[in-house]
């Protein structure tokens, strides 16, 4: 039997020992529309489980773990519009320590020369976890395993995205419409 076809009968997620709850969640929206789009060849459960995606998990449970002790907690599932979001964390800005902001891990093979901005992924993921939250800001700590590629190792980045409402709700819009054709094309 393929490891996707236990996966769903077990309903556990890959690495972060928590429950998956049966239904339409985000990941499954952003790969629909990745395959869309001709960015990514098949959807999540087609993929073989692999070393940076079980490395993602462990870094996500240990910065979700270490924190929750001193400045953040899991919110656990959150649902909108019928779509299921697993955000990282919340806590409170650094910045501004009055206002709570949604904390997002990743885990991440691609060089740190990127922009974090730039990573449409990421982005889209982050704004929808924002909008379901109805928060605007968003603390991630990503751990680059190769660093820059010049043989230095890891590097660790932590930034602060803030969006605009427009951005919120267009984002938001592109996810609900793919998810309204995956329920309608079922």
């Avoid at 076809?5 to 790969?31: A, C, F, K, W, Y």
């Amino acid at each position: 039997m393929p490891i996707y076809e236990i996966l769903e009968e077990s309903q556990e997620l890959p690495g972060s020992g928590l429950p998956r709850t049966p239904g339409m969640h985000l990941t499954d929206v952003i790969n629909a529309i990745e395959v869309e789009m001709g960015w990514r060849k098949n959807t999540w459960e087609d993929e073989p489980l692999h070393t940076a995606g079980e490395i993602g998990f462990i870094w996500e449970d240990i910065l979700s773990f270490t924190y929750a002790s001193r400045m953040t907690f899991r919110p656990g599932e959150v649902t909108c519009d019928g779509i299921i979001c697993s955000p990282d964390g919340l806590g409170l800005d650094p910045e501004y320590p009055d206002i709570v902001v949604l904390e997002e891990y990743k885990c991440t093979w691609k060089s740190a020369k990127h922009e974090l901005i730039g990573n449409w992924r990421y982005m889209t993921q982050i704004a929808s976890y924002l909008h379901a939250l109805d928060l605007d800001t968003c603390i991630m700590r990503v751990l680059y395993l190769n660093g820059i590629y010049n043989g230095q190792g890891p590097i660790r980045r932590t930034a602060r995205i803030k969006f605009d409402e427009f951005e919120l709700r267009d984002n938001w819009k592109m996810i609900s419409n793919m998810a309204k054709e995956i329920r309608d094309n079922g």
